[in-house]
Nanobody
Framework: QVQLVESGGGLVQPGGSLRLSCTASGSIALIYTMAWYRQAPGKQRELVASITSGGTTNYADAVKGRFTISRDNAKNTVYLQMNSLKPEDTAVYYC??????????????WGQGSQVTVSS
């Protein structure tokens, strides 16, 4: 069984910073792309940033220059460093992994979600 466990959400003032972490555990053979999505109330889930196993990154225009995605392949962990946070960044953030399980099945997995609230 595979699990993605997130940590690091919370309440922060505008202009502040937060760092999200997500660790994948279980019967994993290989992790391809890892990503962060977010979903604000009344809106669809959207891609925030992604990173391939080789380190190639992609960002939504709304977060370019403010957020940084990184990963530690040895720890099966992906991070999202969020700086210069704005109220419009308020959302539930979800970790996502495209991976190959130890029994040879390629599947998508999601974390439990982390609330990020940006407010004064």
């Amino acid at each position: 069984q595979v699990q993605l466990v997130e940590s690091g959400g919370g309440l922060v003032q505008p202009g502040g910073s937060l760092r999200l972490s997500c660790t994948a555990s279980g019967s994993i053979a290989l992790i391809y792309t890892m990503a962060w999505y977010r979903q604000a109330p009344g809106k669809q889930r959207e891609l925030v940033a992604s990173i391939t196993s080789g380190g190639t990154t992609n960002y939504a225009d709304a977060v370019k220059g403010r957020f940084t995605i990184s990963r530690d392949n040895a720890k099966n962990t992906v991070y999202l460093q969020m700086n210069s946070l704005k109220p419009e960044d308020t959302a539930v953030y979800y970790c996502h992994a495209d991976l190959l399980t130890a029994w040879g099945r390629r599947s998508d997995y999601w974390g439990q979600g982390s609330q990020v609230t940006v407010s004064s």
